[in-house]
């Protein structure tokens, strides 16, 4: 079997079933049940957000070779400051790596972040009003526009690739057939920020703002989205600068995605009277 299908479809298989127990345990087997139903209703009325995220992920997957290329030529080149600023904090916490973490951090790199993403759209799907839905959709598709924007204007390679001889590709030597599939999604040059960061951050924070409706999200989102940005560092993948970068991305694709929604619905509901 081709090494992307195989991994594609592990990633499948893993991530399915963990929606599955996390949406019995979690959403509830009754509103889990009505999901189906309730998220017809619910895309319709985010259609113009969904419609949003859909061209931005074309747009990413089509043009992210080409604006990489332009950003080797025009952007601004970090890579330098950034390694003069952090220095070798990525080699030291890998000196803390042993298989154990290894194989903990991959795992939650690929099973674990998907799963972070993916369960929220699951369980907003499950909630009365499309509100927290739209808003989550919109907060995605910040994270990647700018992401994407980011990366163009910005040009810096990770510390797997500047210190090779200090810093291991340890999710590499984990599993090397994941690097089929992160080749898909990823140049070796988008560092800055992390998009890793800041996707998990969001899906943690909008958790946090609806620890009232999923109590028990809350610790799980927290903790994953964590070992998601640690992952990135020990992995070799990112420099600390890139996840900071990351975090800031996160809370401010947030605060938008709040202030667009919000302002949005408060359009139509003026229409209506």
């Known amino acids: 079997m081709d090494p992307l299908v195989s991994v594609a479809l592990r990633l499948l298989v893993w991530v399915f079933a963990m929606l599955l127990v996390a949406g019995v345990a979690i959403i509830g087997p009754r509103q889990l049940y009505d999901v189906p139903r309730d998220l017809i209703r619910h895309l319709r009325d985010a259609r113009s957000y969904v419609a949003a995220l859909l061209l931005v992920l074309v747009a990413s997957a089509v043009g992210r070779g080409p604006l990489q290329s332009v950003s080797e030529l025009v952007g601004l080149q970090l890579t330098g400051f950034i ?60 994270n990647y ?35 089929s599939l992160t080749g898909e999604v990823n140049e070796p040059t988008n560092v800055f920020p992390s998009l890793h960061t800041s996707l998990s951050v969001t899906a943690a924070v ?33 420099w600390l600068l890139d996840v900071i970068g990351g975090i800031a991305l996160a809370f401010g694709c947030v605060y938008l995605s709040y202030r667009v929604v919000d302002a949005d619905e408060e359009s139509d509901d003026r229409h209506r009277l």
């Not at 958790?207 to 940005?229: C, E, F, K, M, Q």
């Open 206 to 238: 909008f958790a946090v703002l609806t620890r009232d409706r999923y109590r028990a999200w809350t610790p799980i989102a927290g903790v994953l989205a964590a070992s998601v940005v640690v992952s990135t560092m020990y992995l070799g993948i990112h």
């Open 83 to 142: 390694y003069a600023v952090e220095g070798e904090f990525v080699a030291w916490l890998q000196t803390f790596a042993v298989p154990e973490l290894t194989l903990y951090f991959s795992w939650v790199y690929v099973y674990g972040y998907v799963f972070l993403l993916a369960f929220p759209f699951l369980a907003y799907a499950a909630l009365p009003s499309s509100t927290m839905l739209k808003r989550l959709i919109l907060a995605y598709t910040l």
């Open 145 to 179: 526009a700018i992401g994407l924007l980011v990366y163009t204007l910005v040009f810096a390679h990770g510390p797997r690739n500047v210190m090779p001889e200090l810093v291991t590709s340890l999710l590499y030597t984990f599993d090397p057939h994941i690097q």
